[in-house]
């Protein structure tokens, strides 16, 4: 369990460098940052993602599930917040973007990995 959730957090900060190198209004100081970052994400993830799903529930409904990214978008604003300077994304609209962006990389390499332990 423990093991699952640090390769988790392992994965999500690559998604996160990746994200960064793409964007250039995305901004991490390092991959240090990445791990911390990634840290975070996941505590917000699984509090308060939770709590904004189930109160936006209609909005996602109505948008197929695609206002999930919008709630990732939030949290990923809150990591930034949190972190300060050492992790700034510049807008919301970036936010949105990473998100998608960041589900899609942690949707392929959890698949890697997970094909890769298997065989």
Do not use: C, Y
């Not at 991959?31 to 994400?41: E, H, V, W």
């Not at 917000?44 to 999930?68: E, Q, S």
Request: net charge neutral; proline share 2%; hydrophobic share 65%.
């Amino acid at each position: 369990m423990l093991l699952r959730w640090l390769i988790s957090v392992f994965l999500n900060a690559v998604a996160l460098i990746v994200v960064a190198q793409l964007f250039s209004s995305f901004q991490l100081e390092g991959f240090g940052t990445a791990l911390l970052a990634s840290i975070i994400l996941g505590i917000l993830n699984a509090v308060i993602k939770p709590i904004l799903v189930i109160l936006t529930l209609p909005v996602t409904v109505l948008t197929l599930g695609l206002f999930l990214f919008v709630i990732n978008a939030v949290t990923l604003m809150i990591t930034q917040a949190i972190m300060d300077e050492s992790f700034v994304i510049e807008g919301f609209g970036t936010a949105v973007i990473a998100a998608v962006v960041i589900s899609l990389l942690n949707l392929i390499l959890n698949k890697l990995v997970k094909d890769s332990v298997t065989s």
